[in-house]
């Protein structure tokens, strides 16, 4: 019986979502516009508790808001730890170490002049802002340690203890090794260190911070900024370089209801669809996470919230903070430009259909594309080179105009585009495109093992209802753009495609993250079909209060999969045979 459950859980999913989308009315007939689209008192209420809510979900939880913050750099420099003699017998060390790539020489003396090897770390790249269990040859009652970086290492701190776990007392001739020791933990967990590419992107923000020429070079700089302003407001903490990343991922709750509203009308369609982005797995565990992607999917959202009120009624104003969104988005990720191509095809369809109505004459299309050059081309490429300040302030050439610093940047894309184009590896929980499309592959991020027999672990994937739903919309909208020429399911299919397209042709590595953009059409697909219901039913608020349940209940169900909730094993939080939780 057991052996059906990964079956049936899937398969009901699936009938759930085929009842779902049977109350559907004719499409040839159903009506498509209707309902107020200004925001007003309950619209606000409504975003002010789905937002809320969220908030308190994804800031609990998301890391520890205090490390050691105060690091020595230890490149070829010999610091000494004196053990104290009344602390107990120490039997192994922990390290906190800070940025850089190296290694340390871990060395034992009692009277000052021979010293014995107790042990030797090699820092790697993967091995940054993480506490280390080191082992060491010989058990201690006292005498002094001596610990050598070699390389460019930075060390955050150091804690002697005994076989049960008791921190022995240190003093060092440099303090900030010692200085912190009532932070130190039982065992390294994603809730004091890094993991996946935080040791990327967490590291970097800090060296930006600090004018170090950064490590992670691949991206534009501007996200990794983005990641400091938290660190500057929570310090160098899991917290601290988590949260500019979780409060994007509120934000965004807003103002895809504001989005939705502007799109639908009404109120069941637009709640119901920031409900699908709040309970998304996807959108809840790649926020929480110190990496550049919610920045790009972040503007991207707001570029296209400022595209649709062009589009829709002709705001100026609203087509230039578009084109500044681009630009802050490009600055974050090159992802953002596969969005701004998306923009290129809805400000075209708007030039075509304003000519053809006569409401855009010769004169008035000029003006249009000299504005577009000015904010979708010369701001993007101030905001994008402004970016590179802190690179800039760690090579000393702060003038974002002078020929160093427009060469550095160039020097930076043509790194970019070789690395991102040559890039060959493998990793055992890379997918394409098409296994995003049915949540295939999901990508783990995190797993440890207890001793109790239970097991933390966490990924990213799309909430099924959200994946499996969506694509099933995205064919009623297809109909619905095509055969009822409805603008607004045109609007959303040219979203999604502009973020899933380019993808296909990729051969590099990739994963299921790189869907991400993808699952904010996805929501608003599946809203265009409440709306729909809304429209031509009378029972069509009660749908999309329905579907918003179901994703709420598959939420909490996968809940442990997505918080690193300890746990044991089961199959119901494995409907795949692929996905690894």
């Known amino acids: 019986m057991t052996r059906l459950v990964p079956f049936f859980l899937p398969s009901a999913c699936f009938l759930l979502l085929t009842v779902f989308f049977l109350q559907l009315p004719p499409l040839g007939s159903c009506a498509l516009s209707g309902g107020s689209r200004r925001l007003d008192r309950l619209d606000a209420l409504l975003m002010a508790v789905l937002t809320l809510a969220y908030a308190v979900c994804a800031f609990t939880g998301l890391g520890n808001t205090a490390s050691p913050e105060t690091f020595t750099d230890m490149q070829e420099k010999t610091a000494e ?6 602390g107990g017998t120490v039997t192994h060390l922990k390290l906190y170490t800070g940025v850089g790539i190296g290694s340390y020489d871990i060395r034992y003396t009692t009277d000052g002049t021979d010293d014995y090897e107790l042990a030797s770390f090699e820092q790697g790249h993967a091995e940054v802002l993480k506490w280390h269990d080191v082992d060491i040859a010989y058990w201690l009652t006292g005498g002094t340690i001596r610990i ?6 930075w060390l955050g701190e150091v804690a002697a203890l005994t076989g049960d776990g008791q921190i022995v007392a240190l003093t060092s001739d440099d303090a900030a090794l010692c200085d912190e020791q009532d932070l130190v933990p039982e065992e390294q967990s994603f809730m004091n260190s890094t993991y996946f590419d935080e040791i990327y992107h967490a590291r970097t923000a800090w060296e930006q911070l600090h004018r170090i020429p950064a490590y992670e070079i691949t991206h534009p700089p501007l996200g990794k900024t983005i990641i400091g302003l938290g660190i500057r407001l929570f310090g160098m903490t899991p917290f601290g370089w988590r949260f500019s990343g979780t409060l994007c991922g509120v934000l965004m709750l807003p103002l895809l209801y504001i989005l939705a509203k502007k799109l639908f009308g009404g109120r069941s369609a637009p709640a119901a669809c920031t409900a699908l982005m709040a309970t998304d797995f996807m959108h809840f565990v790649q926020t929480r996470i110190s ?4 920045y790009a999917v972040f503007f991207i959202l707001l570029m296209y919230l400022f595209m649709y009120l062009f589009v829709s009624e002709g705001k100026l104003r609203a087509l230039a903070l578009s084109g500044v969104s681009f630009g802050l988005g490009a600055a974050c990720k090159w992802t953002c430009f596969y969005a701004g191509a998306g923009l290129g095809v809805l400000w075209a369809i708007w030039a075509i259909e304003s000519a053809k109505s006569g409401a855009l004459g010769w004169r ?3 003006k249009n594309c000299g504005f577009c050059v000015v904010f979708f081309l010369l701001v993007p490429a101030l905001i994008y080179d402004l970016a590179y300040l802190p690179y800039g302030l760690a090579a000393g050439s702060p003038n974002p105009f002078s020929a160093d610093y427009i060469r550095m940047v160039l020097k930076n894309q043509e790194y970019m585009f070789s690395y991102h184009s040559a890039l060959v590896a493998t990793h055992p929980y890379s997918s394409r495109w098409y296994q995003w499309l049915l949540d295939i592959r999901p990508i783990l991020y995190y797993l440890k093992y207890l001793p109790d027999g239970r097991h933390v672990s966490f990924g990213a994937w799309v909430n099924p209802v959200l994946c499996w739903g969506g694509l099933i919309a995205l064919f009623v909208l297809g109909y619905l753009a095509v055969a009822r020429r409805d603008k607004v399911s045109r609007f959303i299919l040219i979203g999604y495609l502009a973020q899933l397209l380019p993808w296909i042709p990729v051969t590099r590595l990739t ?11 996805l929501a608003l697909a599946l809203g265009r079909c409440c709306s729909v219901m809304r429209l031509s039913s009378a029972k069509g608020r009660i749908w999309s209060l329905w579907l918003a349940v179901f994703s709420l209940s598959v939420f909490i169900l996968f809940y442990p999969s997505l918080a690193g909730t300890p746990v044991y094993r089961g199959i119901l939080r494995s409907w795949l045979p692929t996905w690894p939780f």
């Open 148 to 153: 050598r970086g070699r390389g460019n290492v």
């Open 291 to 294: 990496t550049i992607d919610v």
């Open 511 to 521: 994963f299921a993250y790189h869907y991400f953009p993808c699952t904010v059409f």
């Open 81 to 86: 730890l004196t053990l104290d003699l009344d």
């Open 364 to 366: 008035g299309f000029l």
